[in-house]
């Protein structure tokens, strides 16, 4: 079955950095675009960042462009989000999700895994 497991959350302050990692199983991961979608406290969820089923392409939401990058490595069924210059307002629990195409948000499947809690404060 679809699972994913996120990992790489922490405690972080301001203006630092994290790499969240997200491995991929039960579909064949290398023919998806991938996404990653944050979940803040009283906050509905909110895509974060995309990349084509290749690399090739990638996109990040306007409120962390210029600080997070997306990634992956299909060898792997892996896809990770560094993040740098944290804000308090990237505390969120992060998941990712194979994503119904590129041009969309909207994930593909609707198994979650347990996500990563990013946590930033100092």
């Known amino acids: 079955q679809v699972q994913f497991v996120e990992s790489g959350g922490d405690l972080a302050q301001p203006g630092g950095s994290l790499r969240l990692s997200c491995v991929a199983s039960g579909f064949e991961f290398r023919i998806y675009d991938m996404g990653w979608y944050r979940r803040a406290p009283g906050k509905e969820r909110e895509w974060v960042a995309k990349?084509?089923?290749?690399?090739?392409?990638?996109d990040v939401a306007e409120s962390v462009k210029g600080r997070f990058i997306v990634s992956r490595d299909n060898a792997k069924n892996t896809v990770n989000l560094q993040m740098n210059s944290l804000e308090p307002e990237d505390t969120a629990v992060y998941y990712c999700?194979?994503?119904?195409?590129?041009?969309?948000?909207?994930?593909?499947?609707?198994?979650w895994g347990q996500g990563t809690q990013v946590t930033v404060s100092s």
């Open positions: 990349i084509s089923n290749s690399g090739a392409v990638d």
């Open positions: 999700n194979a994503l119904v195409s590129y041009h969309s948000a909207e994930p593909r499947y609707d198994t």
